[in-house]
């Protein structure tokens, strides 16, 4: 069993930086690929980085250069270190893990957290 908690949102000024971090209690943690998703009002779920179990990172093109995507297995940890924040960041962020699947797609993961906010603005 997979679960995985979200934290590390909040409220940044325009430029600011966050790091946000999944920690997922599963046995399998090392197997598992893993991405971060937002979720702005009115809008889709959109895929913004993802990471495999090998630990090769994919980035949309929107944040590739701001954002970064990395793992520690020893902590069971996945995090989203983001810089130079604007407000189109603004979203709920969301982790997501699959054992076989890593993609850009919602119904490429099995397992999601529950989702922290961040919000920019100043």
């Known amino acids: 069993q997979v679960q995985l908690t979200e934290s590390g949102g909040g409220l940044v000024q325009p430029g600011g930086s966050l790091r946000l971090t999944c920690a997922d209690s599963?046995?399998?943690?090392?197997?598992?690929?893993f991405a971060w998703f937002r979720q702005a009002p009115g809008k889709e779920r959109e895929n913004v980085a993802a990471?495999?179990?090998?630990?090769?990172?994919y980035y949309v093109d929107s944040v590739r250069g701001r954002f970064s995507i990395s793992r520690d297995n020893a902590k069971n940890t996945v995090y989203l270190q983001m810089y130079n924040l604007g407000p189109e960041d603004t979203a709920v962020y969301f982790c997501?893990?699959?054992?076989?699947?890593?993609?850009?797609?919602?119904?490429?993961?099995?397992?999601w957290g529950q989702g922290t906010q961040v919000t920019v603005s100043s």
């Open positions: 990471i495999t179990g090998g630990g090769t990172t």
């Open positions: 997501a893990g699959d054992l076989h699947r890593v993609g850009v797609k919602v119904s490429d993961y099995d397992y």
């Open positions: 599963g046995r399998f943690f090392k197997s598992h690929n």
